[in-house]
């Protein structure tokens, strides 16, 4: 099968939730990272998609909502969706919020970017949370998947290429180990405090791949 470019989101739209927001793995994340946050934490959600499950999650739960996503139909979910949140049509690599957030989802929203971006991403992310505030991360580990040697950077903290069928197209995805995502963070100030891997099976009409979820909690340092 040939190797699309990034999926198309404003194509993709409502379907996204319908094959994954009812993700366990996702919901139970969710769940445990509010449980670290104060009630009136600020929470921004970085790559919202529809607004389910996380940006509804974090409003239902009375905390303070800032959504940001660059596909304007997934934008405009939100705003339907998750009225009790504000949300904001904006690439993540040119956000500049105007105050910092106690914590930050960026779940499944890191795909597709050049290893280059993830490092001035990383640096963003540090500069939008608070000191002591918690970054919240859903993404996949290059390590559960089969990779050759040669798709490894030099210095191992990152695989390139790695395949997966996404709702009906095979696309290569860069990743990062989960000893290069540890790197990454420490780098620009956080403290990885915990990790779960949680395979995902979507439903046979998505027409995806199985995928291996890997769940950090980073906490920035004080
Ligand atoms: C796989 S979906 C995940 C949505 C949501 N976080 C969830 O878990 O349900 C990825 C989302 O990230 C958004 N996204 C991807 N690259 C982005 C970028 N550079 N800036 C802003 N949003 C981006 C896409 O438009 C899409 O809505």
New binding site residues.
């Given amino acids: 099968m040939a190797i699309n470019p990034?999926?198309d989101?404003?194509n993709?739209g409502i379907k996204?939730?319908h094959t994954?927001?009812h993700?366990k793995g996702?919901l139970n994340f969710v769940k445990t990272s509010l449980e670290l946050l104060p009630p009136d934490a600020s929470v921004l959600?970085?790559?919202?998609?529809?607004?389910?499950?996380?940006s509804d999650t974090v409003v239902a739960s009375g905390r303070k909502l800032y959504g940001?996503?660059?596909?304007p139909a997934?934008i405009e979910l939100c705003r339907k969706q998750v009225p009790g949140g504000t949300f904001e049509l904006?690439?993540?690599?040119?956000?500049t919020p105007k105050e910092q957030f106690n914590a930050a989802?960026?779940?499944?929203?890191?795909?597709?970017?050049t290893r280059e971006e993830m490092n001035e991403m990383a640096r963003k992310w540090s500069e939008w949370i608070v000191p002591g505030g918690y970054l919240l991360i859903?993404t996949m580990a290059a390590d559960d998947f089969p990779t050759k040697p040669h798709m490894l950077d030099e210095d191992g903290l990152c695989a390139r290429g790695i395949e997966h069928t996404f709702m009906g197209k095979r696309i290569a995805n860069l990743l990062y180990t989960k000893k290069g995502w540890e790197s990454l963070l420490r780098e620009v100030g956080f403290e990885v405090v915990g990790t779960e891997m949680v395979p995902f099976q979507p439903p046979a009409e998505a027409e995806c791949d199985n995928e291996p979820h890997y769940y950090i909690t980073a906490r920035k340092a004080s």
């Fill in positions: 990034a999926p989101y404003d993709i996204y939730e994954f927001a993700d996702l959600d970085i790559g919202s998609g529809t607004g389910k499950p996380v940001i996503d660059l596909s997934m904006v690439n993540i690599l040119e956000f989802f960026a779940v499944f929203s890191m795909f597709g970017f859903g």
